[in-house]
């Protein structure tokens, strides 16, 4: 079965510090990436997203993704935390069974 | 454009009732998928609609079901409410779904069982 794996589940950063969140899936097969934040009391919204072609993904707010496929990782990266990034982040998956799968999150505090 | 919209935004009952959440996609997305958010699990897929016909379905108890009308409008029902169907309930629309599409959520229905 698909799974999408967070293995961070609360990071702490001071700002200005660099981010790196973990993000891992089972599925052999051609898959859609996306990282979506959900900030305190808001909806989720999207980051960024990989369909195909350069692997390397820049989202909205500083925020990129690299795909290794031959890890099955789409790690979220931003070089420099702000205060305003405190939220919870969310790594997701569609595969063949054309849904999106989700990870359990990982919540970011940057503390100022 | 208008996001997605969820109704109502919070509601509070007690077990054994059932419950109607409501979402109206953005105007011309034809694909409503349901989630279940609570702390430690993360987001889990209940079920997704496109043209009014159930097209994925997670692994939820029969007690949770849902449907689309014709105009993408689609609803959840949860009976027999337990103290463990607590939980944000996310609508996600997109145009027509699956691989190559973006999904926009709403902000969710908060469900809590007395």
């Known amino acids: 079965a698909q799974s999408v794996s967070q293995h961070n589940h609360h990071v702490i950063l001071s700002e200005a510090a660099s981010l790196e969140l973990g993000c891992n899936y089972s599925?052999?097969?051609?898959?859609?990436l996306f990282w979506y934040v959900q900030y305190p009391g808001q909806h989720l919204q999207l980051l960024l997203k990989y369909f195909s072609g350069d692997p390397l993904v820049k989202g909205i707010k500083g925020f990129e993704a690299e795909f290794i496929k031959s890890k099955f990782s789409f790690n979220l990266r931003k070089p420099s935390v702000q205060w305003s990034d405190t939220a919870e982040y969310f790594c997701a998956v569609i595969t063949g069974a054309n849904n999106l799968f989700f990870g359990t999150g990982t919540r970011l505090t940057v503390i100022p | 454009k208008a996001g997605v919209t969820q109704t109502p935004r919070y509601l509070i009952k007690t077990r054994g009732q059932q419950v109607t959440l409501s979402c109206s996609p953005i105007s011309g997305h034809r694909s409503v998928s349901w989630y279940q958010q609570t702390p430690g699990q993360g987001l889990q897929f209940l079920f997704e609609?496109?043209?009014?016909?159930?097209?994925n379905k997670g692994n939820f108890p029969g007690r949770f079901s849902g449907r689309q009308f014709s105009n993408s409008r689609s609803e959840m029902n949860v009976s027999t409410l337990e103290l463990g169907d607590s939980a944000l309930y996310l609508c996600a629309s997109s145009l027509v779904g699956g691989r190559g599409t973006e999904a926009f959520f709403g902000q969710g229905t908060r469900l809590t069982v007395v």
């Open positions: 609609y496109f043209s009014e016909t159930q097209r």
């Open positions: 599925y052999g097969g051609t898959v859609n």
